[in-house]
């Protein structure tokens, strides 16, 4: 037992799990009633957990994607229009505008050479005002909605179509992080630039997949959200970006670039739609679930910011281990 | 290598290249500014009437003190405040709120509240936060709380009010929000060029390490470029509560964006070090124009966010080259 509790204590997913089993606690003390609806809780999650998988992709290689939530509802609007055509013309519809977003994203950073923030905040405002050019400022609702409901109703055991595209792409972004030499390029990457320029690691291939990534499990989320409803509305939705980075982050990946898993963030994502649902069951107010967000992204930016002092535990051993020298040296 | 404020790399560079490049480089936007104005009044008609102007530099000068106490945050070298979407209608609700009883003490409530979060955000970037994404989370923060003011209900003002007599007044015909506006923003090319603190702040800009080798106190100065936005934030948020006589948790919206691409397009580097705030009202000026001419030539307000976008896109890119070129 000890010696799995070592192995384990190494990975970084394990301490997420911890602090997301302390956090449910807290939760089932807030509201037994609410927090006990796993079903709710993975429903909600299958958007936000799309956009942080995509986003664990670019934050991985130290970059970042601001645009996730205007790629979402362009391609939700896109899906609504395309979807009176053909079923599948729209799923194709919110990819292709996902995979374009990407690629213009890609040649910011990478062709330009513009800082990954500014560039995605520019194509973020680009982006939303195509979205209201496309729709003339009004939401748009499908003619034929007999197709999404067909898509909606189709439940496997107790998982909706939502549900299993989340899994399925949990599964293959976690495959790629782990398992191919594309995916340990990405943290090559963001690890240390230099060091894997000098490898022969294509570094701008590898950033500008990771956009296209991105964008395209952005679009993905879209789509998805557009069926449920078999409408869009052009409006920004807010929070979007923020859920999604913070998620990231809570899931372990550093800012910096160089860590994070695409399971660690699936966790992290967890714990807030667990959070937001909780909240939501217990009626408590939207005022204080952006204070909760904004408090949470606050807190886990400060953890994880440059130059942060050691871990409290980290920093007691160290204090206890100095006291014990100079204990022995008197 | 940046430091706009020696003028020897600037120099050394106009020796290396022909001059009327360097000239265009380092003056384009205001060059752009005469052009676009010059075509506007040419080919749209009702463009170069006074009141078309009046409305033009009403409609820029709230969302300019924004632009202008943005430059202070992007010549610091932290690319942008997120925060001041939250912070215009966190003080403009306050402001609106409290004026009935006492017209002095809203606005130094609105501007005392743009300082405090001003506040939060240096603290926490000046000890190594990211600064994108410690302004957003702090927005979300605002936002929550912008939510919960007054019951989530707008603050409807007295229309005769002192603050909005002000605000819709005028002295000599130019209107007062506009007098404001060229008054910080004079203020504001003093400190930078003037003072000690402006000094500084290019230094940290250009390079924060070299900068604190140097005795910068590099955290000081980061604090007081956000604080310097945050209470432009707020004085933004009074003026707009007290001008539009309404304030609710939307007042600010945009603000950022319109902000920062008003200090992009002026030709401040996002790399920090470079820009000043004549820059900045000049991008402000374009962007005014830009608006005010599709507002007359009836194109569809869809269009702007694609025009901003494509605005910021395009100056990034320029100065990315021709930094890339200097080097």
């Known amino acids: 037992v000890i010696a799995l509790w070592s192995r384990l204590r190494r990975r970084s997913d394990t301490r997420v799990i911890i602090i997301f089993l302390l956090v449910l606690v807290g939760l089932i003390i807030i509201s037994p009633q609410a927090a006990l609806s796993p079903i709710q809780v993975l429903g909600s999650l299958s958007i936000s957990g799309l956009i ?8 991985v290689q130290g970059a970042f994607d601001l645009s996730v939530g205007a790629t979402a509802t362009l391609a939700g609007i896109l899906a609504v229009k395309l979807s009176d055509h053909s079923f599948a013309l729209g799923l194709a519809g919110a990819l292709v505008c996902g995979l374009v977003i990407g690629v213009v994203n890609g040649c910011l950073v990478v062709n330009f050479g513009i800082n990954s923030f500014i560039a995605t905040i520019a194509s973020m405002t680009a982006i939303q005002g195509v979205a209201y050019v496309l729709t003339n400022s009004q939401p748009v609702t499908g003619k034929d909605v007999s197709a999404s409901i067909t898509f909606i109703s189709s439940v496997v055991w107790f998982l909706t179509p939502e549900m299993l595209i989340f899994l399925g792409m949990l599964l293959v972004i976690h495959l790629l992080l782990s398992r191919t030499q594309v995916g340990r390029d990405f943290y090559a990457v963001g690890g240390d630039r230099e060091a894997a320029r000098a490898a022969g690691i294509p570094i701008g291939l590898r950033t500008f997949q990771g956009f ?52 660690g963030s699936a966790i992290g994502a967890a714990m807030l739609a667990w959070v937001a649902t909780t909240f939501n069951g217990a009626g408590i107010s939207t005022t204080l679930q952006d204070l909760t967000d904004g408090g949470i992204l606050l807190i886990v930016v400060l953890a994880s910011r440059s130059g942060a002092k050691a871990p409290i535990a980290l920093r007691l051993r160290a204090w206890l281990a100095a006291r014990k020298g100079v204990m022995r040296w008197q | ?200 702040l290019y230094m940290v800009g250009a390079n924060s390490s070299a900068a604190r080798v140097a005795g910068v106190a590099v955290r000081r100065v980061l604090v007081g470029a956000f604080v310097i936005s945050g209470v432009l934030a707020g004085l933004a948020g009074v003026l707009a509560g007290a001008y539009g006589n309404e304030a609710d948790s939307n007042v600010g919206t945009g603000y950022d964006f319109w902000a920062l691409t008003a200090v992009v397009v002026g030709g401040t580097s996002l790399f920090g070090g470079r820009g000043n705030v004549g820059r900045t009202v000049a991008g402000v000026l374009l962007i005014g124009i830009i608006d005010n001419v599709m507002i007359l030539e009836n194109l569809s307000v869809n269009w702007q966010p694609i025009v901003m976008g494509a605005l910021i896109a395009i100056m990034v890119g320029l100065d990315v080259m021709l930094a890339r070129r200097k080097l």
């Open chain 1, 52 to 59: 942080a998988l995509g986003l664990t992709v670019v934050i």
């Open chain 1, 212 to 263: 296209v990534i991105c964008g395209m499990l952005a679009a993905l989320a879209g789509w998805v959200t557009a069926i449920q409803s078999a409408s869009a509305s052009p409006e920004e939705v807010p929070g979007v970006a923020l859920v999604g980075i913070t998620a990231v982050v809570v899931g372990g990946a550093s800012l910096k670039g160089g860590t994070g898993t695409a399971l």
């Open chain 2, 1 to 200: 290598v940046d430091l706009d404020v020696l003028g020897q790399v600037d120099q050394q560079v106009a020796d290396r290249g022909p001059r009327a490049y360097f000239v265009l480089y380092e003056h384009g936007v205001y060059f752009l500014l005469l052009i676009i104005a010059v075509v506007a009044a040419l080919f749209v008609q009702t463009f170069a009437t006074s009141g078309n102007i009046k409305a033009l530099l009403v409609s820029i000068a709230i969302e300019g003190l924004v632009a202008i106490g943005m430059t202070f945050v992007v010549i610091s070298g932290s690319f942008v405040d997120l925060s001041v979407v939250g912070t215009v209608a966190l003080s403009s609700v306050l402001s609106l709120q409290i004026a009935p009883h006492n017209v002095v003490l809203a606005i130094l409530a609105g501007v005392g509240a743009g300082a405090g979060v001003g506040l939060v955000n240096g603290v926490i970037i000046s000890r190594g936060g990211n600064p994108v994404l410690v302004t957003l989370a702090v927005q979300t923060v605002l936002s929550g709380i912008d939510l919960g003011l007054n019951g989530g209900n707008a603050v409807l003002g007295n229309p005769h009010g002192a603050l909005q007599n002000f605000a819709s007044g005028s002295v000599l015909s130019v209107p007062n929000l506009v007098i404001v506006f060229f008054v910080v923003a004079l203020v504001g090319q003093v400190v930078l060029r003037q003072t000690q603190f402006g000094f500084d």
